[in-house]
Nanobody, 125 residues
Framework: QVQVVESGGGLVQAGGSLRLSCAAT????????TGWFRQAPGKEREFVGA????????YYSDSLKGRFTISRDNAKNVVYLQMNSLKSEDTAVYYC??????????????????WGQGTQVTVSS
């Protein structure tokens, strides 16, 4: 099983950009599909997007498509979440998660085995 740790969160002005990183440990990291989720105060955890183990397939929440991009570098054991044109409603704790299950276009939080501790993103308006 892998362990993942997020980093890169912080305070950014609306319209700005931020790149989050998800660093993993574990010999089999490169075969895990990886997802990003977020949770705002008082709200349920929300799916952001996911990337396949080889980086060839990505998909995103419809509401975020076009602003957020997920990529990975398996040589460095890192998955990235590039966030552009940030809005105040993007404020949340962002989580990285890994799964050894088969690829799906209907992932939910319960499909993921390994979770990071989260990194706070705050967008000021």
């Amino acid at each position: 099983q892998v362990q993942v740790v997020e980093s890169g969160g912080g305070l950014v002005q609306a319209g700005g950009s931020l790149r989050l990183s998800c660093a993993a440990t574990g010999r089999t990291w490169s075969v895990y599909h990886t997802g990003w989720f977020r949770q705002a105060p008082g709200k349920e955890r929300e799916f952001v997007g996911a990337i396949s183990w080889n980086g060839l397939i990505t998909y995103y929440s419809d509401s975020l498509k076009g602003r957020f991009t997920i990529s990975r570098d398996n040589a460095k054991n890192v998955v990235y979440l590039q966030m552009n044109s940030l809005k105040s409603e993007d404020t949340a704790v962002y989580y990285c998660a890994a799964t050894s299950k088969e690829w799906s276009y209907t992932y939910s939080a319960g499909d993921f085995d390994s979770w990071g501790q989260g990194t706070q993103v705050t967008v000021s308006s």
